[in-house]
């Protein structure tokens, strides 16, 4: 059963993981700029502004946050003080950064996309141990939800605006040089309103998308087939991320962006963060080692 664990009436919610640490589950409403902090033991949600819109954010593996903000990427303590890195779109006017996870290494792997959706504007790059920002795969359009394979040899990627439908595309990848290779499309979908959005690996290897629009989580073996679809009670889910206990929880953001009074309505609980338990565990997430 999908339980609202958040009533949070976010914008656009985004980026969840979770901090096994603390039990938090971290999360980020992009436009407004706000990184939060949901306690799963007492249901507080410690809500930073950051200033500027925000695309994901990641725990540092000693001390706060990093992040990727409309200006690029960033250092982000717990009291919410922003210590600016490197704008890798800096002279391109228009463009943010959007979805973002580390890998096994603690590199902090983002895209790029343009306010206005251009064709091809974004860009996914590396942040690394070193703070060095590096250009890793081009020609985005809505660079979104990134994962990485249970043995840490495929390396996951969305474009949700993608010409021709959006996709997910799969590379080899190699964990001791954070390099991506052999970009291959693993599933296209109908260009038809409804997109793709962040995505979880479970330990099985399964892929769980978020389909903005059609108030849908589905779950997709390695090799692209349909496992599974969980219908949510908002029709813009954004993103999902496994944790609790032994990873066991399915936390999923939605957004209520967009949406009209009739349709608010309809879904009085839209951008909250909901909660389902799939009999699947998943898998942690990773640091930022900077």
Not at 40 to 51: K, M, Q, V, Y
Not at 67 to 74: E, K, M, Q, R, V
Not at 179 to 203: C, K
């Amino acid at each position: 059963m999908v339980q609202l664990v958040l009533d949070a009436r976010a914008e656009l919610a985004e980026g969840p993981h979770w901090d096994a640490e603390r039990s938090e589950l971290v999360w980020v409403d992009i436009l407004a700029g706000h990184l939060h902090r949901w306690d799963a033991r007492t249901g507080i949600d410690h809500c930073l502004p950051l200033g500027e819109p925000v695309g994901a954010v990641a725990r540092h593996a000693s001390r706060g946050f990093v992040a990727a903000l409309a200006s690029g990427f960033a250092m982000v303590d717990d009291e919410g003080t922003v210590t600016r890195l490197s704008d890798p779109e800096a002279g391109r006017p228009g463009m943010r950064m959007n979805d973002g996870k580390c890998d096994s290494a603690g590199r902090f792997w983002a895209g790029s996309m343009a306010y206005a959706v251009t064709p091809h504007a974004g860009t996914l790059y590396r942040l690394d141990g070193a703070r060095e920002v590096r250009p890793k795969f081009r020609r985005l359009t809505l660079s979104n939800g990134i994962g990485w394979s249970p043995d840490d040899t495929l390396m996951y990627l969305i474009d949700s605006q993608s010409p021709g439908g959006p996709t997910l595309t799969v590379f080899d990848f190699d964990a001791a040089r954070g390099e991506i290779d052999h970009a291959r499309v693993l599933l296209r979908f109908p260009d038809d309103g409804i997109a793709p959005d962040g995505l979880a690996v479970d330990a099985e290897g399964f892929l769980w998308i978020a389909m903005f629009g059609a108030g849908e989580v589905r779950r997709y073996a390695p090799d692209g087939r349909l496992d599974r679809t969980i219908v949510v009670p908002a029709s813009q889910p954004t993103c999902c991320a496994f944790g609790g206990p032994e990873h066991a929880d399915l936390y999923i953001t939605t957004a209520r962006i967009g949406l009209g009074a009739a349709q608010l309505a309809r879904e009085p609980h839209a951008g909250g963060i909901f909660r389902i338990r799939p009999n699947v565990a998943g898998l942690p997430a990773h640091r930022y080692r900077g």
